[in-house]
């Protein structure tokens, strides 16, 4: 499997998953009220105030998610904010403890309290739908990171040994492939990653936009402008790592900013037969927020932190690690703290 193809599935896969998620999404709003008596009667709100606080989201928050994803690319300007560097190193500690608390304190309680909800009357709903499905969405994210280094690294290794042989084919293969390999790795941490929190973007993008009442559209509003910025942070940090090529860094950068606009439009444009509880809308959501938090519980734990913190830098400069544990608990109280609203 070549890096391309890699790409273009994990887009394809996205894409999907984006759309699923919209009609999907808009069916079960329309039928909602036939489906379960547990809906909400927000007619009494003032939806002109709420409504206003939905058009200024859509720049605010794409705005902050631009600001959030270009931050770390911008080492090529400045020096300390190039991957090789210490401060780059806190950052994307911090950025990993937002992406770690953004799973557990967000997206998985979100799944838990929708796939339990008691407008799903179903008995096969009794078992434990959110922790298999995370589960199974953190092992098939080891599976793609797995297979796809590994397909790389036998192919690239097989064309090592037939331009060389002997020592300079050992060499060859330790010193090119090595680095090749990780490239490729990062390159798909950082496509895996987007995909875990694009489709978590498009359910809450989805919530604001939806919602009638004025203060729970003010308190979307506000979180999700640091939410955007500070998982723009830890994507960021992976694409610069990756060293991808122009062309690639702004479509993911782009798909990254858009995603929870679009999700906010959508919101409003399904806003008057909305249902928040009617069974569709709650196992669709709920599947797809379980999936996004253990791909981001994965990958915040293995691919960021695991990788960095066991890294030979870290672990020979105390300091370091001092102030990337700092970053760290920084970067999961703050988003911890926004779970209040968002």
Same mark, same amino acid.
């Given at each position: 499997m070549k890096t391309k193809n890699v790409k273009i599935l994990l887009f394809f896969f996205s894409i999907s998953l984006v759309l699923m998620a919209v009609v999907n999404a808009a069916e079960g709003h329309s039928h909602g009220k036939t489906q379960c008596e547990c809906s909400h009667d927000d007619d009494h709100e003032n939806k002109a105030g709420a409504k206003k606080y939905k058009i200024a989201a859509i720049p605010s928050v794409l705005l902050a998610g631009v600001i959030g994803v270009l931050f770390p690319l911008l080492g090529k300007f400045f020096p300390s904010l190039r991957p090789e560097t210490h401060f780059f190193f806190m950052i994307k500690a911090f950025a990993a403890g937002v992406i770690l608390a953004t799973g557990f304190m967000h997206v998985l309680p979100e799944a838990y309290t929708m796939l339990n909800s008691p407008c799903l009357t179903s008995e096969a709903w009794e078992f434990p739908f959110t922790g298999f499905i995370a589960m199974m969405a953190a092992i098939l994210t080891l599976s793609v990171d797995t297979f796809a280094t590994s397909s790389f690294y036998k192919t690239h290794c097989k064309a090592s040994r037939r331009i060389a042989d002997g020592?300079?084919?050992?060499?060859?293969?330790?010193?090119?492939? @090595? =680095?090749?390999?990780?490239?490729?790795?990062?390159?798909? $941490?950082?496509?895996?990653?987007?995909?875990g929190i694009i489709v978590h973007s498009v359910v809450i993008g989805i919530s604001l936009g939806a919602s009638q009442s004025p203060d729970a559209a003010?308190?979307?509003?506000?979180?999700?402008?640091?939410?955007?910025?500070?998982?723009?942070?830890?994507?960021?940090?992976?694409?610069?790592?990756?060293?991808?090529?122009?062309?690639?860094?702004?479509?993911? @950068? =782009?798909?990254?900013?858009?995603?929870?606009?679009?999700? $906010?439009?959508?919101?409003?444009?399904?806003?008057?037969?909305?249902?928040?509880?009617?069974?569709?809308?709650?196992i669709v959501q709920g599947v797809l927020n379980a999936a996004s938090a253990g791909i981001l519980i994965y990958m915040s734990l293995v691919d960021l932190l695991a990788a960095d913190f066991m890294h030979p830098r870290m672990q020979s400069n105390t300091g370091l690690q001092i102030m990337a544990h700092i970053a760290l608990l920084l970067g999961v109280g703050l988003m911890s703290l926004l779970a209040k609203w968002a």
């Amino acid at each position: 499997m070549k890096t391309k193809n890699v790409k273009i599935l994990l887009f394809f896969f996205s894409i999907s998953l984006v759309l699923m998620a919209v009609v999907n999404a808009a069916e079960g709003h329309s039928h909602g009220k036939t489906q379960c008596e547990c809906s909400h009667d927000d007619d009494h709100e003032n939806k002109a105030g709420a409504k206003k606080y939905k058009i200024a989201a859509i720049p605010s928050v794409l705005l902050a998610g631009v600001i959030g994803v270009l931050f770390p690319l911008l080492g090529k300007f400045f020096p300390s904010l190039r991957p090789e560097t210490h401060f780059f190193f806190m950052i994307k500690a911090f950025a990993a403890g937002v992406i770690l608390a953004t799973g557990f304190m967000h997206v998985l309680p979100e799944a838990y309290t929708m796939l339990n909800s008691p407008c799903l009357t179903s008995e096969a709903w009794e078992f434990p739908f959110t922790g298999f499905i995370a589960m199974m969405a953190a092992i098939l994210t080891l599976s793609v990171d797995t297979f796809a280094t590994s397909s790389f690294y036998k192919t690239h290794c097989k064309a090592s040994r037939r331009i060389a042989d002997g020592e300079s084919a050992e060499s060859c293969e330790t010193s090119v492939d @090595s =680095t090749k390999v990780q490239i490729l790795r990062t390159r798909v $941490i950082a496509q895996v990653l987007e995909l875990g929190i694009i489709v978590h973007s498009v359910v809450i993008g989805i919530s604001l936009g939806a919602s009638q009442s004025p203060d729970a559209a003010k308190a979307l509003f506000v979180a999700l402008m640091f939410h955007q910025c500070f998982e723009g942070l830890g994507l960021g940090g992976c694409i610069a790592q990756g060293k991808f090529k122009c062309l690639s860094v702004t479509i993911m @950068s =782009t798909f990254f900013a858009v995603t929870t606009p679009i999700g $906010i439009v959508v919101g409003m444009g399904i806003a008057n037969t909305y249902n928040e509880s009617s069974s569709t809308a709650l196992i669709v959501q709920g599947v797809l927020n379980a999936a996004s938090a253990g791909i981001l519980i994965y990958m915040s734990l293995v691919d960021l932190l695991a990788a960095d913190f066991m890294h030979p830098r870290m672990q020979s400069n105390t300091g370091l690690q001092i102030m990337a544990h700092i970053a760290l608990l920084l970067g999961v109280g703050l988003m911890s703290l926004l779970a209040k609203w968002a």
